[in-house]
Every structure is written in structure tokens, then in C-alpha cells.
């Protein structure tokens, strides 16, 4: 089976249509969603109604299940001062902006999901799809993690060797193998961090045999995110992050 993994889109329409038409050339099984649909980008309410119309079901990350229960804030890490005061900025204004219907579907989506590749009905590997970790969706897993952790993560969801943990939330994409369990960050559809501005979303083969990765980067009309950003009440800061891949808040 062959998935496509799209994580933390983060209210980035045209970055989520432009992977959408991406997934359509490759040619996939199916397609799910790792989370982060909403927050820090101009377009909440347009993002969960084109993933509702495809049918693409996913998981809440933290961004989804604090918008949906009106949480004192987004759950999200700050680097700096500022970041924090831009990230409350962000909140607010998503608070603001999503519809009560937008905010039922970010409220009825699953903390996790496991998915037989090969069918329920006979064994084979298992793909469970978290935001953050087990625990937690506000849980940070970068690649600086150690095997332990890792380890640790895959035994707490009962992933057994040639079994595939995908998650989002670091908006950085790696993978490594640990005790036969391949761990796999698909990085972000609408706000990668890794100094690439393309959206970024996984391609995954899944079955009989080894697991594979396709780490996919897709350019968008990145200057329409960016001036509609610039035109709403989000804080400006944010167009200069994604036109420098989250290396800058201030124009590049
Ligand atoms: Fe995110």
C-alpha cells in the first residue's frame, strides 16, 4: 500500500492544494492528515473544509485540539520572547476566525490511528499515525532524540519490529530504525522549519516487504500565503518565516 502522510498545514491553503495535486500525479492508496490543520496561517476554515470534501481523515494535533476546546493557549514551544508574544498573537486570531463548524471537526478528530496495511484480516505491519508522541500531542520528537526515547515511544504503541510510527509537529522531516520499528517525521505541508520553503509531505510503501520513504518537497505560490498573511491581522512576521523556511521572522 502506498499512503500519503501530510502533516501541519497549518491554515496554508495554496501549500495543501499544491501536495493535493502532487498526490494526484504520484498515484497513492490513500491519504491522511497528521494534524496541525489550523493556526499561524490566514486560511483555517477553507483548509479543514477541503480535507472534509476529500475525505481525508487524520488526527488532532495541538493546534486542533486546543482551537476546538478553547485552551489557554496553542500548546506550542517558543525559542524567544517574541516568538511567544507572535504565537499568542496567532492563537487568538485563529480563535477568532474558525467557524463553529470548523471547530467540530478539529474537536472530532482522533488522537491516533492505526492502520493494517495489508487488511485487519491477516497479519502484517501496522502504520500508527501520532502528532507529537503517545502521551501527548504537544511532545517534540526531533531527530536529536535518543534510541531509548524512540524505543520507548514504539513500545508505549505496541509497534512491533517492521512496523511504521509516522508523526508531524517539529515541522523538520527524518527517519531512523530502531529495534526494526522505523520512526518517521513527515515534516510540514505549511510551515516547514528545515530552511526549505516547499511544502514537504511523506510517501509511504507499506506491505509485504520493507517499508519505504519518499520525503516529496512541492514548490506553491508561496508570495500568495504570504500576502494574504500580510494583508490579516497575523502578525507580518509570519510571511517572512515561510519565505525563509523557518530560518527568520524577519524579511529575507
Ligand atoms: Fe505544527
Not at 502522510?5 to 496554508?12: E, G, K, P, V, Y
Not at 496541525?36 to 488526527?59: M, Q
Not at 536529536?144 to 526515547?149: A, G, I, K, L
Request: net charge negative.
Amino acid at each position: 500500500m502506498r499512503y500519503a502522510l501530510i502533516s501541519d498545514i497549518h491554515a496554508n491553503l495554496p501549500a495543501l492544494n499544491a501536495v493535493l495535486a502532487d498526490i494526484e500525479a504520484v498515484d497513492v492508496d490513500a491519504t491522511y492528515h497528521l494534524g496541525d490543520l489550523v493556526g499561524y496561517g490566514p486560511w483555517p476554515n477553507e483548509t479543514v473544509a477541503a480535507l472534509v470534501e476529500r475525505a481525508i481523515p487524520g488526527i488532532a494535533g495541538n493546534y486542533d485540539s486546543t482551537v476546538a476546546t478553547g485552551y489557554k493557549h496553542c500548546g506550542c514551544r517558543y525559542e524567544d520572547p517574541r516568538q511567544e508574544e507572535l504565537s499568542h498573537e496567532s492563537f487568538a486570531w485563529t480563535l477568532a476566525h474558525t467557524s463553529r463548524q470548523t471547530r467540530r471537526v478539529l474537536g472530532g478528530l482522533p488522537f491516533r490511528i492505526d492502520i493494517r496495511a495489508l487488511g485487519g484480516h491477516t497479519a502484517g505491519p501496522t502504520l500508527t499515525l501520532v502528532h507529537g508522541n503517545q502521551a501527548l500531542n504537544t511532545v517534540y520528537v526531533t531527530e536529536d532524540r535518543s534510541d531509548e526515547f524512540l524505543n520507548a515511544m514504539g513500545s508505549a504503541l505496541g509497534a512491533r519490529s517492521g512496523d511504521v510510527v509516522a508523526f508531524g509537529h517539529t515541522h523538520k522531516p527524518w527517519e531512523r530504525v530502531v529495534n526494526g520499528v522505523r520512526f518517521v517525521n513527515t515534516g510540514s505541508v505549511g510551515r516547514p522549519k528545515d530552511g526549505d520553503w516547499r511544502a514537504g509531505y511523506v510517501v509511504l510503501d507499506i506491505g509485504a516487504g520493507a517499508a519505504h520513504v519518499e520525503y516529496r518537497r512541492v514548490e506553491y505560490d508561496v508570495d500568495r500565503t504570504a500576502e494574504a498573511i500580510i494583508e490579516s491581522a497575523l502578525p507580518d512576521e509570519f510571511a517572512h518565516y515561510l519565505r525563509s523556511g523557518g530560518t527568520s521572522l524577519a524579511p529575507v
